[in-house]
């Protein structure tokens, strides 16, 4: 990207010329070669830019959805602009249940891309942009005279820099479980319920019942004196997953993705789906099936099966064993769709209990896995104050949040 400051002329990143706005067309492409020299991966950079502007417009991006930021100084009359940092925003829907319970949809961002360019690093102005975007998402796309409640992010350098400047870190756990190729033998499946395939048309109705139970999980389940976000997992939210899969998906191996994920009937006349999306990493030992979203129909009615020390549960009852199997079967599908796409593994962030359940009976040797230095779901609070004693939870910690 040209630059037309030099480093002996840059500003100090607490100097008061600095400014956070919005990107030209050209600026914006620059943005994308600068860091598409680190994240491309496995595509090239022309087509790690065609992908962007594929994600650009999309419907959850459409009128307004994406807004990209640069951090710049406002003192410097040559052009081009010299871009010393730069991130991207992605309004959401979302819900937040307020402490006198009252649960409303509101609008959340997403923030991603946070980029600051090699040559300038070391300097704070990454640390910078954060600091000016969190004060101009305050206000980003809300009612007027209203604030934004969250915002989130997931971060891949840790917890320490976003925590500092407001976004704090949530739980972030995974259990992953290896690729599984049609042709190996499977004993466990004779006990486990069928898994059918979903598809595109599938995935309407079952992302608006999913939305219809996460609001009433939300006003029902959370205690007294707390306040509970979520972002909504919504076929927006899916189709955009989608469209970064199948770009890259058709890029690499010439093929496009049809299978969504699956789903499967417990005994006990109840559902178990999951969503999954393909990631191709930047290399193919990285490639990872993750998946978007698991739901497991009425599991906050079933008794929660206590973890023993090794993180296996000590009991499960009849209804929890229906389901277990169920969850088991829609992940056995996983790792078969994983490995007919070169994916590593299988991996499902904060799982349930009962989602490690079947991922032990499935491969005994799973674990959770806490980490600790990427993709760490980090929300901060824009809202009023919370008061002494007012804790916030944040439900639905999953892939399809990630942006």
């Not at 206000?139 to 407001?166: C, E, H, M, N």
């Not at 190996?184 to 079952?206: F, G, H, I, Q």
């Not at 962030?349 to 806490?370: E, F, G, R, T, V």
Request: with cysteine.
């Amino acid at each position: 990207m040209p630059s037309a400051l030099n480093n002996s002329a840059l500003p100090s990143s607490d100097s008061p010329s600095l400014a956070l706005v919005h990107p030209t067309q050209q600026e914006k492409i620059a943005t994308w070669k600068l860091n598409g020299a680190s994240w491309a991966g496995q595509l090239s950079l022309e087509a790690y830019l065609s992908r962007e502007n594929l994600l650009e417009n999309q419907p959850l991006t459409l009128d307004g959805g994406i807004t990209f930021w640069i951090l710049v100084d406002s003192n410097q009359t040559s052009t081009p602009r010299t871009i010393l940092a730069s991130c991207e925003s992605l309004r959401k829907r979302a819900l937040v249940r307020r402490g006198d319970g009252e649960v409303e949809e509101t609008i959340a961002h997403g923030i991603c891309s946070v980029f600051c360019n090699v040559d300038f690093r070391g300097q704070g102005y990454a640390g910078r942009m954060m600091k000016e975007l969190g004060k101009a998402l305050d206000t980003w796309q809300q009612q007027a005279g209203t604030v934004a409640d969250f915002t989130v992010l997931f971060s891949d350098i840790g917890k320490r820099f976003y925590s500092k400047r407001g976004w704090e870190p949530f739980p972030s756990s995974h259990v992953a479980l290896r690729a599984l190729e049609y042709e190996e033998r499977d004993s466990d499946s004779k006990r486990l319920p069928r898994a059918d395939p979903l598809y595109d048309n599938d995935l309407v109705d079952l992302c608006r019942a999913d939305e219809t139970a996460l609001r009433a999980k939300i006003a029902g389940s959370a205690k007294a004196q707390a306040m509970t976000v979520a972002l909504l997992p919504d076929m927006e939210t899916m189709q955009w997953h989608k469209a970064r899969e199948v770009f890259t998906a058709k890029e690499l191996l010439g093929k496009t993705p049809e299978v969504r994920g699956a789903i499967a009937h417990a005994e006990n006349d109840s559902r178990v789906w999951c969503i999954w999306t393909r990631t191709f990493g930047s290399r193919v030992s990285e490639n990872t099936l993750n998946i978007l979203r698991m739901v497991i129909e009425g599991e906050e009615d079933l008794e929660t099966p206590k973890p023993g020390a090794d993180g296996a549960s000590i009991h499960l009852d009849g209804a929890n064993q229906a389901q277990v199997l169920a969850t088991a079967a829609v992940l056995r599908a996983a790792q078969r769709e994983a490995a007919k796409w070169t994916m590593n593994e299988v991996q499902v962030w904060n799982p349930s209990l009962l989602c490690q359940q079947a991922a032990k009976y499935l491969q005994p040797s799973s674990k959770l896995i806490d980490r600790e230095n990427d993709s760490i779901a980090s929300l901060r609070w824009h809202g009023p104050h919370l008061v002494p004693g007012v804790t916030l939870s944040w439900l639905g910690i999953e892939k399809y949040g990630w942006c």
